[in-house]
């Protein structure tokens, strides 16, 4: 995608509507000027793994990716840009989206389908080579299974930079209701109190099957151990 700019210096205020930018790579840096809405549009299209043709007014054309985006918070805009030179032809590392495609079997079980990386490590033939995205099938994923680096499809000529036994993607198991997580919880809550002889485990299991609260035997438990102090004190 062209993007035309306008060079500038350092201490240089900027129109309206301009924000500064710079592009470098091991022998050249370049600062220049570029419309923050031609950009931020542009951006939104083609994010890191896009090719911008930068044109600066007067000067020359060079390809390059974008490296950093400094953002307002407050506006959510672009402020400043880091671009990367690059040349054609030559090969490139780049960190390339993964998106997933399909319905699992783990899905249709209750499980989840989990993208433990959002972006990996590739190794592109040249700028104009660099896949938009990587899309992995899932179709045929059951729960616990998973998909590493090494598994995903790349495009031709397109080399993997990541480790290869990297797991991209997962299928997890169904996750806990709130009613559930709070029924483990207090399962393993009883299971302390009767190893710790504050419970007994007539109690429990009444705790467990739902018979009686864990505050209602707590309560009972307390009431006889008292019970037992006075008796000891008459006697």
Do not use: W
Request: glycine residues 6%; proline residues 5%; negative net charge.
């Amino acid at each position: 995608m062209e993007l035309n700019a306008t060079p500038r210096t350092s201490r240089q205020k900027l129109a309206e509507g301009l924000i500064p930018a710079v592009a470098y790579n091991k022998e050249n840096n370049v600062s220049f000027a570029i419309d923050r809405k031609a950009f931020d549009r542009a951006f939104r299209q083609q994010s890191t793994t896009g090719l911008f043709d930068i044109t600066v007014e007067g000067g020359e054309t060079f390809p390059a990716l974008v490296k950093a985006v400094h953002m307002d918070k407050r506006k959510r805009a672009p402020i400043h840009v880091d671009f990367y030179m690059v040349t054609y032809g030559e090969p490139i590392e780049v960190s390339v989206p993964v998106h997933v495609k399909g319905k699992s079997q783990g899905e249709i079980q209750g499980g989840l389908v989990d993208i433990v990386v959002h972006n990996l490590s590739v190794i592109a033939p040249g700028p104009r080579r660099i896949p938009q995205e990587l899309v992995v099938d899932v179709t045929k994923l059951n729960i616990g299974d998973h998909i590493t680096a090494g598994q995903v499809r790349l495009p031709e000529g397109v080399k993997l930079a990541a480790d290869a036994e990297l797991v991209v993607i997962s299928v997890l198991p169904p996750r806990m209701s709130a009613d559930e997580a709070a029924a483990e919880t207090q399962a393993a809550q009883v299971a302390g109190m009767v190893a710790a002889g504050e419970l007994s485990e007539e109690a429990a299991e009444a705790v467990l099957e739902g018979d009686a609260s864990l505050d209602e035997v707590k309560a009972e438990a307390a009431a006889e151990s008292d019970s037992a102090e006075s008796d000891t004190k008459e006697d």
